[in-house]
C-alpha cells in the first residue's frame, strides 16, 4: 500500500494543488465584482454623487480655484460635505507641508 502511494505522490501532490487553486480562483471570483451587475449600479450611484455634490466636483480643479469655495462651505455647511472640504483643505495643506493649517482644518 505504501508503495503504490510513493509511486502516485507527484500525481497526489499535482492533484491536491490543483483543487486549491480552483477554490481560490472561485473565491477571489464570488467576492469582486467583476461578474457582478450591481457593480454597474454603484458605479453609477458614484457618478450621480459627485454630480450632485458641490464639493466633490471641485476635485478636478486646481487648488487655487477651489479654495475659497471650500473655505466657504466650511464655514456654513454643515455634514458630509463641510467634512469632506475640510478634509479636502487639510490635504492639500499637509501636501504642502504647513502642518500648523493643516490641524486647524480637522
Do not use: C, Y
Not at 450611484?45 to 462651505?73: C, D
Amino acid at each position: 500500500m505504501l508503495k503504490t502511494i510513493k509511486a502516485k505522490w507527484p500525481l497526489l501532490v499535482l492533484v491536491g494543488v490543483s483543487t486549491m487553486s480552483v477554490g481560490l480562483v472561485v473565491a477571489l471570483l464570488k467576492n469582486t465584482d467583476a461578474f457582478d451587475p450591481a457593480g454597474q449600479v454603484a458605479n453609477e450611484q458614484t457618478i450621480k454623487a459627485v454630480e450632485a455634490s458641490p464639493i466633490l466636483g471641485l476635485v478636478r480643479q486646481s487648488f487655487a480655484e477651489r479654495e475659497s469655495v471650500l473655505r466657504s462651505v466650511t464655514q456654513r455647511a454643515s455634514g458630509t460635505d463641510s467634512d469632506s472640504a475640510r478634509i479636502m483643505l487639510a490635504t492639500e495643506k499637509l501636501n504642502k507641508k504647513e502642518t500648523a493649517h493643516a490641524k486647524t482644518q480637522l
